[in-house]
């Protein structure tokens, strides 16, 4: 697509529950990462995606969090037994890479996850 | 483990003011890049420079990378009140794969 497309937009699940957030990054981008966002924050790594290597999982807080690319394109984040502290916005980014180089990131709009 | 700082955290300025944010990493990076994410919107890529001290140009803006690469600045003559957002700088991350860390940002509030 044009963009990079993120559902559901917002989110409410109650605390204990799992949710699953996906993301639909741009056509031909090989690169996709996830970040989180909390409130007034910065953005907080969580994995990436490239091509058909191994994703890099080193920025997810907990064994409850999860992901997967299927087919190199479409992106599902999971969260198991949701926390109240998972409370944030999760944003979605695709971009190209040329050699050593990461080109600038399209992020999707986000999604917005309220766990009460 | 690496960081990525910028300075100031928040600036008010009235509108027509400059108004410059700093980046500065504790490692050298390849490359920098900079993002303006608007209240409730998400963050848009600028630019991304890559030569020591390098400068670009974006109408208002200019974008200046360190001689050691360590560091960068974000400048807005003229500050208008569409610069209202935040100001995210980002780098590749040190552990030889893809990632990018990002800065906490520089919130910039413009009063008419």
């Known amino acids: 697509g044009a963009g990079v497309s993120q559902s559901p937009s917002n989110k409410v699940t109650e605390k204990g529950k799992d949710v699953e957030l996906r993301c639909d990054p741009i056509s031909g981008h090989t690169a996709l990462y996830w970040y989180r966002q909390s409130l007034g924050q910065g953005l907080e790594f969580l994995i990436y995606f490239q091509g058909n290597s191994a994703p890099d999982k080193s920025g997810l807080p907990s064994d409850r969090f999860s992901a997967e690319r299927t087919g190199g394109s479409v992106s599902t984040l999971t969260i198991q037994r949701t926390q109240q502290e998972d409370s944030a916005v999760y944003l979605c980014?695709?971009?190209?890479?040329?050699?050593?180089?990461?080109?600038?990131?399209?992020f999707g709009s986000g999604t917005r996850l309220t766990v009460v | 483990g690496q960081q990525v700082m910028q300075i100031p955290q928040y600036q008010h300025v009235q509108e027509g003011e400059d108004f410059t944010t700093y980046c500065n990493s504790s490692?050298?990076?390849?490359?920098i890049q900079w993002y303006k994410q608007r209240p409730g919107g998400h963050p848009v890529f600028l630019i991304q420079l890559v030569k020591s001290g390098e400068v670009k140009k974006q109408k208002r803006l200019t974008f200046q990378f360190g001689e050691a690469k360590k560091n960068s600045s974000l400048h807005i003559t003229a500050t208008q009140t569409t610069d209202v957002g935040t100001y995210f700088c980002a780098g590749p991350g040190n552990t030889g794969g893809f990632k990018t860390i990002f800065g906490a940002g520089t919130r910039l509030f413009v009063k008419a």
């Open positions: 490692t050298t990076l390849s490359n």
């Open positions: 980014a695709s971009s190209t890479q040329g050699g050593r180089l990461i080109y600038g990131y399209t």
